[in-house]
């Protein structure tokens, strides 16, 4: 059985520039998938391509096993909220999410009772008579929502819809939009560069780079288990520690650091042959601070700390190896207490019961 949306090899060119490179891509009813990547790796795009507001160079995108390519925007009943509010001025919240509904020629009572039921779910019953003018960024979103949600698209695509707000509003809408998305049960796809946004919303998330998808997995799949360093760096804090793999045995390898320590347990889907040169990459919650030789089940070098800020749960140090590698390291309070703070001077271990991951370079 075909996917609910199902994008097939699309690719889109503006005159000579690639903004979307040959995606495909499955989404489930009621999934909520976040298309999240640097500036101009072509998110927008495929968003205006599944909308029907920029016509595919390639490839083909359905809806329920029908091709949408010869739907017309206006008739693929598909809902978008804009990062700018597109909420027609001189039209009260009332009449702003009615609009859609009165262009569908919807009979009055429906229409009615639709309103009320779209009011309470965006919680703006008391803002009804409001312009839009007369209403904060926040606010005036929610309308947008409200009435993108309106007619029960199928899909409902978000164009960085948080991104005009500040911060605290932003996470409360955050909440709002993860909450709606539970009581309607819509189908969404959301296009944001804020990583921390996209952990928060998503069931999946699709990482783009260069009008590619790279990686399409849960948030917590794509920190544990990235594709590559491209990802690795986009979602979470990373560190990439220069080492050489020094031996291989049953697909697990030990690298050596340039001050010669090894480090065991080091996994990687390419490249994992003696000799190989890269970078492992070890999350900054990954190492602890110790004191005396690391041995055994760790491994552990010295270090100098250079910053620390304490941000209530955590500890987030700024650190440096003898070899001028810089480490971001984030712990416990207690403990970061019981690593040297005083001297400035530590010991940083990394535990060999968590594989490690390792990127060759090139
Ligand atoms: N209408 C257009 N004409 C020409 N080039 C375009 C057009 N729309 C997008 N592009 C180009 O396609 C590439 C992808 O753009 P797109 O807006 O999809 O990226 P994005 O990932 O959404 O970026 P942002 O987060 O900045 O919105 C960019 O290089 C952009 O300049």
Redesign the pocket.
């Known amino acids: 059985m075909s996917a609910f949306l199902s994008i097939r090899g699309v690719a889109k060119r503006?005159?000579d520039?690639v903004?979307v490179n040959d995606v495909s891509l499955d989404i489930e009813k009621g999934e909520f998938v976040t298309f999240l990547?640097?500036?101009?790796?072509?998110?927008?795009?495929?968003l205006y391509l599944i909308a029907g507001l920029h016509e595919p160079s390639e490839g083909d995108i359905s809806l329920q096993g029908k091709s949408l390519l010869d739907v017309p925007p206006n008739k693929r009943n598909i809902g978008m909220v804009f990062q700018r509010y597109t909420l027609i001025p001189h039209m009260n919240v009332t009449e702003n999410i009615a609009f859609p509904l009165k262009v569908r020629r919807w009979p009055r009572e429906r229409i009615e009772k639709r309103l009320a039921e779209m009011l309470a779910l965006v919680r703006l019953e008391k803002f009804a008579g409001r312009k839009p003018s007369e209403l904060s960024g926040g606010q005036q979103q929610r309308v947008a929502l409200a009435r993108a949600l309106a007619y029960d698209p199928e899909i409902l695509l978000m164009d960085?819809p948080l991104a005009a707000l500040d911060k605290r509003l932003k996470e409360d809408l955050q909440l709002e939009i993860r909450r709606i998305h539970r009581e309607t049960g819509a189908t969404i796809l959301y296009?944001t560069?804020d990583q921390e946004e996209a952990l928060r919303l998503s069931d999946r998330i699709a990482v783009?780079n260069h009008?590619r998808i790279e990686q399409i997995a849960s948030g917590a799949s794509l920190y544990d288990n990235p594709v590559n360093r491209f990802v690795a760096g986009f979602v979470g804090n990373s560190n990439f520690l220069q080492a050489t793999i020094a031996n291989v045995t049953d697909g697990r390898a030990t690298a050596r650091m340039p001050d010669g320590t090894l480090i065991g347990n080091v996994r990687g889907k390419v490249g994992l042959t003696a000799g190989a040169e890269g970078v492992l990459l070890v999350r900054p919650e990954q190492f602890r601070f110790g004191q005396g030789e690391g041995t055994g089940a760790e491994a552990g070098f010295p270090a100098t700390i250079r910053d620390a800020t304490y941000l209530g749960e955590t500890v987030q140090v700024a650190a440096v190896t003898r070899w001028g590698q810089e480490l971001s390291i984030r712990c416990a309070p207690a403990a970061f207490g019981v690593g040297g703070r005083d001297s400035k001077g530590c010991r940083v271990v990394l535990s060999n019961e968590a594989p490690v991951l390792f990127f060759p370079n090139g």
Do not use: I, M, Q, R
């Not at 990547?37 to 495929?46: N, R």
């Open positions: 503006f005159h520039a903004a990547g640097p500036s101009g790796s072509g998110k927008s795009t495929l960085e296009v560069h783009f009008g």
